[in-house]
């Protein structure tokens, strides 16, 4: 068991998951970060707030707040990490793209020019003589 335990973790899946897992968390403070010092005092100009999460709204004659704030900062942060990650996978397809040729392409390589359709028929007309 232990043997299959090793196995299964040395797998490059799983080694390549725990990595992202990893890096995902670091992106996610480098986001947070982004929003409170860069993003939020941006927006404080036209709200007159720094921080978004102190902006709540309480319905009247009841307890209830909602913290609109909060929201709006976890918007930011995943629009920024959508972002992020749609550049990451957009580039690796690119260059995994890079290789690889259309199926127009290959076709073209694939068929014979008209030159080499013309030395083929002249090739077998004289072959055809040597026969004769």
Same mark, same amino acid.
């Given at each position: 068991?232990?043997?299959?335990f090793?196995?299964?973790?040395?797998? &490059? $899946?799983? !080694?390549?998951?725990?990595?992202g897992?990893?890096?995902? *968390?670091?992106l996610?403070?480098?986001?947070d970060?982004?929003?409170k010092?860069l993003i939020?005092?941006?927006i404080?100009?036209?709200?007159?707030?720094v921080d978004?999460?102190?902006?709540?709204?309480?319905i009247?004659?009841?307890k209830?707040?909602f913290?609109i &704030? $909060?929201? !709006?900062n976890?918007v930011?942060n995943?629009l920024?990490? *959508?972002?992020?990650?749609?550049?990451i996978v957009?580039g690796?397809?690119k260059?995994?793209?890079?290789?690889k040729?259309t199926e127009?392409?290959?076709a073209?390589e694939?068929?014979?020019?008209?030159e080499?359709?013309y030395?083929?028929?002249?090739?077998?007309?004289l072959a055809n003589?040597?026969?004769q």
């Amino acid at each position: 068991m232990i043997k299959e335990f090793k196995e299964f973790i040395m797998r &490059g $899946n799983v !080694l390549d998951m725990a990595v992202g897992v990893i890096l995902g *968390a670091a992106l996610k403070s480098i986001v947070d970060s982004l929003t409170k010092n860069l993003i939020n005092p941006i927006i404080s100009l036209f709200v007159g707030q720094v921080d978004l999460s102190g902006i709540a709204v309480t319905i009247p004659g009841t307890k209830a707040v909602f913290q609109i &704030g $909060n929201f !709006l900062n976890d918007v930011i942060n995943f629009l920024i990490i *959508a972002i992020i990650v749609f550049l990451i996978v957009k580039g690796f397809n690119k260059l995994r793209d890079m290789g690889k040729k259309t199926e127009e392409e290959v076709a073209e390589e694939a068929a014979p020019t008209q030159e080499e359709l013309y030395l083929k028929e002249i090739r077998d007309l004289l072959a055809n003589k040597d026969h004769q």
